[in-house]
């Protein structure tokens, strides 16, 4: 079965605090997808990144960091020098790319808070 | 704009009235799904659709049909609401082969 464990509930931080977000993974499948999406205030998902279960370089966009890890199935998101505008609920998710590729499976989201 | 659009936003209901929420995208994707998302239990996937005419159920289907009959749309009906369904709906859709699932706005629904 697939799963993804995001074992933070909440999280919170000081502006220009880093932070880490913790997301580990289980599947069975050698070919799969992770994701984080970000769900501001606001209420919608907004897509961060994806990262292929073949590619394991590390990425960074700006703040953000993203450090995939299939040894230990994680894939973990840093965020550098946190501002308050980051404060939102991050969920990290999976999608094989075999028969069930429709199925994305969501963790139960971080909610991080970043304090001014 | 490439979006996927769901309406209506925000629903009040009644126990048992049948209700419709609508879904449509502009992207010319395969794939179609409904979550819903509730407090401390995170999205769970409510079904998705591999193309037209293709759909299979998501980790929490009952009580709830969805249809596929055009690419571009996929309604998501509750025959008979109950207020264990009261929750916040997403929609989403995505190319095939891992390709990244756009979300709708959501819509909220409160079943009384």
């Known amino acids: 079965a697939q799963k993804v464990t995001q074992a933070q509930t909440e999280i919170s931080v000081v502006e220009k605090e880093d932070v880490t977000l913790d997301c580990v993974y289980e599947t069975r499948d050698t070919t799969y997808y992770l994701f984080w999406y970000k769900q501001p205030p606001s209420g919608e998902l907004v897509f961060l990144i994806r990262r292929n279960s073949f590619d394991e370089q590390n990425e960074i966009s700006g703040r953000y960091s993203w450090n995939f890890q299939k040894s230990t199935s994680s894939f973990n998101f840093t965020i550098t020098a946190s501002q308050v505008v980051d404060s939102a609920v991050y969920f990290c998710a999976l999608r094989s790319y075999g028969g069930s590729q429709g199925n994305l499976i969501f963790g139960k989201g971080t909610k991080l808070s970043v304090k001014p | 704009e490439a979006q996927v659009t769901q309406n209506p936003r925000y629903l009040i209901t009644v126990t048992g009235k049948k209700l419709t929420v609508t879904c449509s995208q502009n992207m010319n994707h395969e794939y179609m799904s409904w979550y819903r998302q509730d407090p401390g239990l995170g999205l769970r996937q409510i079904y998705y659709s591999m193309n037209v005419e293709v759909t299979d159920k998501g980790d929490v289907p009952e009580g709830y049909k969805v249809s596929r009959k055009e690419k571009r749309n996929f309604p998501l009906i509750l025959e008979s609401p109950s207020p264990n369904q009261t929750s916040l709906y997403f929609c989403?859709?995505?190319?095939?082969?891992?390709?990244?699932?756009?979300f709708g706005s959501g819509t909220r629904l409160t079943v009384v």
């Open positions: 989403a859709s995505s190319p095939q082969g891992g390709g990244v699932y756009t």
